[in-house]
């Protein structure tokens, strides 16, 4: 078997980071980061609630970038961790409270609700308010107003970024992920990434966990990229953790509320963080300064030996250009994506939903064999091509899939089987479900940042997004339909019509003779003037002796 050469391209410039993971040359992975005043993910704030909308069951807090941010009653209630460690948010959005209002058990007050609130304006009021729900077993949705009414002040965790017009979303379950170990500050729980698999290796690093030297009342959760290491590495990155979360500690001593009290680490020490594993063979980056950065986290959390696979990149040609990345880079955003034997998919991103349909193209034309056959394997090449795409363009929410009909239940299970194991590694949290009869495959993929398109471009500011604007002769016709109403009920000499060069062609070759019926019907002049800074659905009718229009 053909081994996999891994790269990871950092470009730094001025205004922009942007990272590349490639795959024998093959782009799987593409982020960018540029200056922004909003919020980022993993972010810690102190912040103070400003109200709370029961029939929303949330409150939106501010936390010192304008647009407040949405925190949902489930998401203010300490919560046990058993979750996936690879998400930067510990609590999944499944529901949390049942059909009655009342919490499920696991969502029960821990011993630390204390410090969540220890900054509040009414702290002596609402801690003694606090012990009575505390040493309930079971908490009412209805509780919340009055054990987080408006004007508390409490530590959130941004687990979702502005979208479009939507604020941030956050919670106080707070995480701080390492290389190896997340760690839960207000969380008494040993976990493990679900990723894990092997009962003895759960069981060994289960183990490790345990011996570590955790502060009480604090817990850890080891990520996937923690299988198979000793356990110093693990100390190490610990110790990384309680002196990053020393320093928040630090910051609530005399707090600005609201306030920024965590930053999460830039694209460059994420990446190394989250993407840099065993199997990469180098790290090729643009700058002096970027090459220093990285080889100093290398040497924190990986240790020499990491650090040595980073190069840094010389040459007067680009480095994304050097690497064949930029091509790739354009590929992204094209509407349809083809495929090996000749099929395509084509990504239509909605406002609800993304919609994937798969097409054979020439690709059946250019097989040969049965026809079933020929689905099949134009099936398994869309699959491979949507769980990538869905990675590169960083979109998500929820996504329906087209696939061509597949008559065999065998076939479907087979694509389906394929499709799990290809968004298995995403490092968003996916959920998939089986084809269905009519060869629908729905599935929803976590969004915590806007998607890379919306990143990179901003709506057509002569569609207004819409990708379509009206024809040459549906604008004729528009015209004469307001011709003939405002010749019917104004008189007048004259009727002078301004509009987009594009449309006076039309009018005065195929519509020539329209205009000059009109004209005698009405016993009225009409001329045309063409205006380049007329919009193209645009016109405008002016009596031309007094300036006023129609």
Known sequence: MEKVRKQIIFNTEQLETSCA???NGKLEEYHIERPSVGPTVGSVYIGRIVNLEPSLQAAFVDIGIGKNAFLHYWDMIPATYDMDADEMNPLSEESLVDGDGKAKKRNVFS?????????????????????????????????????????TELLVQVVKGPIGTKGA????????????????????????????????????????????????????????????RKKIYFQHDLDLLLDTWHRVEEALENPQVPAEVYSEPTLMERSIRDIMTEDIDEIIVNSRESFTVITETLDKFGGRRLSNKVKQYKKAEPIFESYNVQTQIEDIFKRVV?????????????????????????????????????????????????????RLRNIGGQVVIDFIDMRSAQDRETVYKLMKKLVKDDRAKTH????????????TRQREHE????????????????????????MSVEIQRRLNTVLRSNKGKEI???????????????????????????????????????????????????????
């Open 21 to 23: 993971l490639l795959s």
């Open 111 to 151: 011993e630390k609700l204390r410090m969540w609130l220890r900054h509040s304006a009414r702290r002596s009021k609402q801690l003694r308010e606090n012990e009575k729900h505390r040493r309930k077993k079971k908490i009412t949705a209805k509780e919340i107003p009055e054990i987080f009414p408006a004007g």
């Open 169 to 228: 979303r956050v919670t106080t379950n707070l995480s701080i992920p390492g290389r190896y170990l997340v760690l839960l500050p207000y969380a008494d729980h040993i976990g493990l990434s679900t990723k894990i698999e092997g009962s003895s290796e759960r069981s060994r690093l289960r183990k490790i966990l345990k011996e570590l030297d955790v502060p009480e009342g604090m817990g850890l959760i080891c990520r996937t990229v923690g299988e198979g």
């Open 338 to 390: 083809p495929l090996p034997g000749g099929g395509y998919i084509c990504i239509d991103e909605t406002e609800a939903l993304i919609a994937i349909d798969v097409n054979t193209g020439k690709g059946g034309a250019k097989r040969t064999g049965d026809q079933p056959e020929v689905i099949l394997q134009t099936n398994l090449e869309a699959a491979e091509a949507v769980a990538r795409q869905l």
């Open 432 to 443: 998939l479900l089986p084809l269905s009869r009519l060869g629908l495959m729905e599935m």
């Open 451 to 474: 998607s890379l398109k919306d990143t990179i471009y901003i709506p057509c500011p002569y569609c207004h997004g819409a990708g379509h604007i009206k024809s040459e002769l549906t």
């Open 496 to 550: 002078r019509v301004i509009m987009h060069p594009e449309i006076l062609a039309r009018l005065k070759n195929q519509d020539a003779s329209l205009l000059t019926e009109m004209e005698s019907r009405y016993g009225r002049n009409l001329s045309f003037r063409a205006d380049d800074s007329v919009h193209h659905e645009e016109f405008k009718l002016v009596n031309p002796a007094s300036g006023k229009e129609y």
